[in-house]
């Protein structure tokens, strides 16, 4: 069954906030050598340029990297950490907005056997695709996919609505991981995953 791709709408509009509660609930789809992976959003944070001490693109910072972030939203922003994790990213907002939602973690619904070998993990456990770095890796999201659009039904990367809404009653918020450097940024709670669900990573209020 095909579902329809997330729009220009969705992506394009300026609460990145909004848009990071919004994606959860929707399905990030990837087809890598005729391997079609999914699972569904479960927890996700916000990046808002130029004002958020913990984006890339704080005080309207423009390199090779954040580049893609200035682009109209609806496109992948796909970034190294460590040297060896990759993270997938949501660019969002009008073009030169640099807003930008990190996927941190999915429930895994199609083709698990695949995402298993690709972690080379023999027993299904949260840790499968439970933070960015485990899902990029389970779905097979490289950075040579940066900039890739979100929207087209042909392209390797997509999300996709199926019709499930997540109640703002079940969505709970705190603040993002890894962001102790970004001063009082860091305290902001916008970081948000879908309550009672096995699949996301430790998550303190």
């Not at 220009?8 to 609460?15: A, K």
């Not at 619904?109 to 899902?135: C, D, F, S």
């Given at each position: 069954m095909e579902y329809p791709v997330l729009s220009?709408?969705?992506?394009?509009?300026?609460?990145v906030v909004q848009i990071s509660k919004d994606l959860l609930g929707k399905y990030l789809v990837t087809?890598?050598?005729?391997?079609?992976?999914?699972?569904?959003?479960?927890?996700?944070?916000?990046?808002?340029?130029?004002?958020?001490?913990?984006?890339?693109?704080?005080?309207?910072?423009?390199?090779?990297?954040?580049?893609?972030?200035?682009?109209?939203?609806?496109?992948?922003?796909?970034?190294?950490?460590?040297?060896?994790?990759?993270?997938?990213?949501?660019?969002?907002?009008?073009?030169?907005m640099a807003h930008a939602v990190l996927i941190r973690a999915i429930?895994?619904?199609?083709?698990?056997?695949?995402?298993?070998?690709?972690?080379?993990?023999?027993?299904?456990?949260?840790?499968?695709?439970?933070?960015?770095?485990?899902?990029s890796q389970a779905l097979g999201i490289k950075t040579a996919f940066n900039g890739v659009s979100l929207m087209d039904l042909a392209s390797p990367i997509r999300i996709e609505d199926r019709g499930e809404v997540v109640a703002e009653s079940d969505i709970l918020a705190g603040p993002r991981v890894g962001v102790e450097s970004a001063g009082e940024c860091a305290l902001w709670p916008w970081r948000f995953v879908v309550k009672g669900s096995v699949w996301v990573s430790k998550f303190r209020k």
């Open positions: 220009s709408v969705f992506y394009q509009r300026e609460d087809e890598f050598d005729g391997q079609l992976t999914a699972g569904k959003i479960v927890e996700t944070e916000a990046y808002r340029g130029p004002d958020d001490k913990a984006c890339h693109a704080w005080n309207n910072r423009f390199t090779d990297r954040t580049r893609v972030m200035y682009e109209t939203g609806g496109v992948a922003y796909v970034y190294l950490c460590y040297g060896m994790h990759h993270l997938f990213n949501v660019v969002t907002g009008p073009k030169g429930e895994p619904i199609h083709n698990v056997e695949t995402m298993q070998l690709r972690r080379n993990m023999t027993a299904l456990k949260p840790k499968l695709t439970a933070g960015p770095g485990a899902l």
